[in-house]
């Protein structure tokens, strides 16, 4: 596994001008691509070859995914990226449109070239309106220097990109939902299928990925996708942005390549604390089931080593609790985030939710019943799949790994009424 980064402007002076991203080559792919008419097969392909997954969270192959838009549609295509980055312990996106945007937007444009679209959209969280700012920014230095807009290259390749912000709600972090809220409508998911590719903005075929995904794609055409897939590991190419926070000494967003062992991550964000033991960690934002530590110190940073182990490597988005942490109380907060955020679209999910957050603060608060885990389990078992989308399942799954690894401090609150640690 290569120790080399992709993301290489963030080092420069200013690296988010124009001026910085050209002097690492930055655009120099797009017009490759563009002037020497690169088949888009062959641009698919590389994606393909380098295994680059979908860095929002599902894990979805990026190569696969564009295959599904049709190329040869009569009519409007849509090309969105979703920076709507709303999960809990996440960081990673705010900071590419912080520091490299142009490597996101030549990344864009290479996906719009590659599937025949004209028009793109950055949907942006509305509470990092800093940022949004400064993708504003870049966007009009790319129009001006003639990396976005008609013709570009003089041929006949057109694209236009704009941002969109929203307003906050973790919910648009769905991609129909995102979608809903672009159109101008109230942000909620819609029934799938029909999927994107082939009814999504506007009822035209549209293609979402993540923004990380998107910034991966100059490399990989520049570089080709094995050099990439090397990068990583089998079926886990690449290097990977970690947001690390909770009880560490140097909290941050790390670059590494995927299969990189989690101790060598815990390392580089200074180690634990206060020199305290490492407890447990959530390791993919706080929709997914935690780990404890032990075990977590002999996994690898990478989507199937995390699957085995029972969680999930979502965004990347890793959480550290040490030994002081009361399980119950962390479980009380992410079940209060997962209740105010529910669109209330769906019974199990807005209800649900409810019941989950009720349950978890009286047990926390020296109230709980005897009988209230193996409710908390009912309840999980009553969300999870019975969601349009899966904010249902992103509510439930924190209860049952917490159940699983740390059922002894739920039983100790609920029999002495206080915290076990």
């Known amino acids: 596994m290569a120790n080399e980064v992709i993301f290489h402007s963030i080092h420069q002076p200013e690296s988010w001008k124009l001026s910085s991203y050209l002097s690492v080559g930055g655009y120099e792919t797009l017009k490759k691509v563009v002037t020497e008419k690169v088949a888009p097969e062959e641009i698919i392909n590389q994606v393909k070859i380098s295994a680059l997954r979908g860095r929002g969270g599902a894990g979805f192959p990026t190569g696969l995914?564009?295959?599904?838009?049709?190329?040869?549609?009569?009519?409007?295509?849509?090309?969105?990226?979703?920076?709507?980055?709303?999960?809990?312990?996440?960081?990673?996106?705010?900071?590419?449109?912080?520091?490299?945007?142009?490597?996101?937007?030549?990344?864009?444009?290479?996906?719009?070239?590659?599937?025949?679209?004209?028009?793109?959209?950055?949907?942006?969280h509305g509470e990092i309106w800093e940022a949004y700012e400064r993708f504003e920014q870049a966007l009009e230095e790319a129009r001006a220097a003639g990396f976005l807009g008609e013709n570009l290259f003089g041929t006949d390749f057109s694209f236009n990109l704009h941002a969109h912000h929203g307003y906050g709600a973790y919910v648009c972090g769905e991609e129909t939902a995102l979608l809903e809220s672009i159109e101008g409508k109230k942000g909620q998911p819609r029934f799938k299928p029909p999927f994107p590719a082939s009814f999504g903005l506007y009822g035209k075929p549209t293609t979402i990925n993540?923004?990380?995904?998107?910034?991966?794609?100059?490399?990989?055409?520049?570089?080709?996708?094995?050099?990439?897939?090397?990068?990583g590991k089998p079926n886990n190419g690449g290097t990977k942005i970690f947001s690390v926070s909770g009880h560490v000494n140097k909290p941050g967003n790390?670059?590494?390549?995927?299969?990189?062992?989690?101790?060598?991550?815990?390392?580089?964000?200074?180690?634990?604390?206060?020199?305290?033991?490492?407890?447990?960690?959530?390791?993919?934002?706080?929709?997914?089931?935690?780990?404890?530590?032990?075990?977590?110190?002999?996994?690898?940073?990478?989507?199937?080593?995390?699957?085995?182990?029972?969680?999930?490597?979502?965004?990347?988005?890793?959480?550290?609790?040490?030994?002081?942490?009361?399980?119950?109380?962390?479980?009380?907060?992410?079940?209060?985030?997962?209740?105010?955020?529910?669109?209330?679209?769906?019974?199990?999910?807005?209800e649900g939710t409810g019941w989950l957050y009720r349950v978890i603060h009286r047990i926390e608060h020296?109230?709980?019943r005897p009988d209230d885990l193996d409710l908390l389990a009912s309840v999980t078992n009553n969300i999870s799949g019975r969601t349009i989308c899966a904010l249902g399942d992103a509510a439930a799954?924190?209860?049952?790994?917490?159940?699983?690894?740390?059922?002894?401090?739920?039983?100790?609150?609920?029999e002495h009424k206080k915290c076990m640690v």
């Open 254 to 350: 790390f670059e590494i390549g995927l299969g990189t062992p989690f101790a060598e991550l815990l390392e580089m964000a200074g180690g634990v604390r206060n020199g305290h033991k490492l407890k447990a960690v959530i390791p993919g934002g706080s929709s997914v089931p935690v780990v404890p530590g032990e075990i977590m110190m002999d996994l690898t940073m990478d989507y199937d080593t995390i699957a085995k182990a029972g969680s999930y490597l979502g965004a990347g988005s890793v959480i550290v609790m040490d030994e002081t942490v009361c399980m119950v109380k962390a479980l009380e907060r992410l079940s209060y985030f997962y209740f105010e955020e529910s669109c209330g679209q769906c019974t199990p999910c807005r």
């Open 210 to 231: 993540n923004t990380e995904t998107f910034a991966s794609i100059p490399y990989i055409i520049r570089h080709g996708g094995q050099k990439f897939l090397e990068l």
């Open 397 to 414: 799954m924190p209860v049952q790994g917490m159940l699983k690894h740390y059922r002894n401090e739920f039983e100790y609150h609920i």
């Open 65 to 124: 995914k564009w295959s599904f838009m049709p190329r040869h549609f009569e009519g409007d295509k849509y090309l969105v990226c979703n920076t709507d980055e709303g999960e809990p312990g996440t960081f990673k996106d705010r900071d590419i449109i912080r520091y490299n945007p142009h490597q996101l937007i030549e990344g864009m444009a290479i996906a719009a070239y590659t599937m025949g679209v004209k028009v793109g959209y950055n949907y942006i």
């Open 366 to 368: 020296g109230k709980g």
